[in-house]
């Protein structure tokens, strides 16, 4: 039986233990919070700081495989783990090159991948000789996460709230549609891709609000997009499971955002949408099964449950009762005991061939389902 650690306990690394009930596998867990939404569900809990090297070198050293579910590990570890032969996925060069916004730009650059056009800033400062470049995004090269350390600069006013530290500053696009594939790659270079996923967000948190897939794209943009994302995985020479999230402009061009090396937000719907849902696609990877099948069952939508304002402290889900009877609606609650507002707590499936019936339903359960405190 294959021994397979994870590093991180939250949310995803829980849906990732859900899906290894299906396998033989001996899993292990690293986190610093005995009390993560993962750590009941694993073979092993181990209680550590996945950015430390000592802690996750020495978590790794005696497993076959290690993944991730956040990119913010220590990459060197991973490394000397790599070379002593345990297979990690996301091979650690790849993460490297993600992780770090600067390189990840770059990386598209080299490979020819399109992206929108970006310089690099190391102070703030800079930002005062670059006034022709505006509007622009401002995103920190190493730590923004889920709508943290991102920055719109509009205008020459917006400057000063850019960031003092090395980051890219990025063209702003036309955006007609954001969308993401879920691509995944296994040790031999054989791929499987999902269907693409339209994501609309919440331009204040700049957080996903909700997704519909399949995205409402036309067919040579739907080939362009596939091409795109198959290219970025490709060319990063390695196995697992990526997010490739791209934009389309107004004149259909595709262009990519970002990519994340691992299970993500916009995959969520899988579990129930997809006959090989993406944590079932990452276990089939790591432990060498054939590839899934990424054909949906239905159409779905995501909703994202996220802590409301002005709540903080012991979770309560305002009208779940009420949304569990609606009929193909799935919960899912990560077992966070603490909300926050913006905070993601969990998100809701929902199946329906019909379009239109999918964002009325969306629309319902963000209404309705709510993230409060007692």
């Not at 850019?162 to 954001?178: Q, R, S, Y």
């Not at 002005?310 to 919960?331: D, P, R, S």
Request: charged share 25%; proline share 4%.
């Amino acid at each position: 039986m294959k021994r397979v650690g994870i590093l991180g306990g939250g949310q995803l690394g829980r849906m990732l233990l859900q899906a290894a009930a299906n396998y033989p596998v001996e899993t292990s867990v690293l986190e610093k919070d005995a009390d993560c939404p993962a750590a009941h569900l694993c073979t092993h809990f181990n209680k550590g700081d996945i950015t430390n090297f000592d802690d996750v070198y020495n978590f790794g050293k005696n497993l076959d495989a290690i993944t991730i579910e956040i990119e913010s590990v220590n990459v060197e570890a991973l490394k000397k783990l790599e070379t002593e032969g345990i297979l990690v996925y996301p091979r650690p060069h790849a993460l490297e090159i993600i992780k770090n916004k600067i390189k990840q730009k770059n990386f598209y650059k080299e490979n020819e991948i399109p992206t929108s056009p970006f310089m690099v800033t190391a102070k703030k400062e800079e930002l005062k000789g670059h006034l022709d470049f505006l509007p622009a995004a401002h995103k920190v090269a190493m730590g923004g996460y889920d709508g943290r350390g991102v920055q719109l600069l509009k205008t020459s006013q917006d400057i000063n709230n850019g960031f003092d530290e090395e980051a890219v500053l990025e063209k702003l696009v036309n955006i007609k549609k954001e969308i993401s594939i879920i691509v995944a790659m296994d040790n031999e270079g054989k791929t499987a891709v999902y269907p693409p996923v339209e994501m609309i967000f919440n331009q204040t948190l700049n957080l996903l609000e909700y997704q519909l897939c399949p995205a409402h794209l036309g067919e040579k943009t739907l080939w362009k997009a596939e091409a795109i994302a198959l290219a970025v995985v490709k060319n990063l020479q390695s196995a697992g499971i990526f997010a490739v999230e791209l934009f389309v402009d107004i004149d259909d061009k595709v262009l990519v955002n970002e990519t994340a090396p691992r299970v993500h937000n916009s995959g969520h719907h899988t579990i129930e949408a997809a006959f090989s849902s993406q944590f079932d696609m990452l276990w089939r990877i790591i432990l060498g099964y054939p590839l899934g099948l990424t054909k949906p069952i239905m159409s779905s939508a995501m909703v994202n449950l996220i802590g409301e304002e002005n709540y903080k402290g012991e979770a309560v889900y305002q009208n779940l009762n009420e949304t569990l009877q609606i009929e193909n609606v799935f919960v899912h609650i990560y077992g966070k005991k603490e909300t926050r507002p913006g905070r993601k707590m969990g998100h809701v499936t929902i199946l329906s061939n019909e379009r239109q019936q999918l964002i009325h339903v969306a629309g319902k359960v963000k209404h309705l389902l709510k993230v409060i405190s007692k």
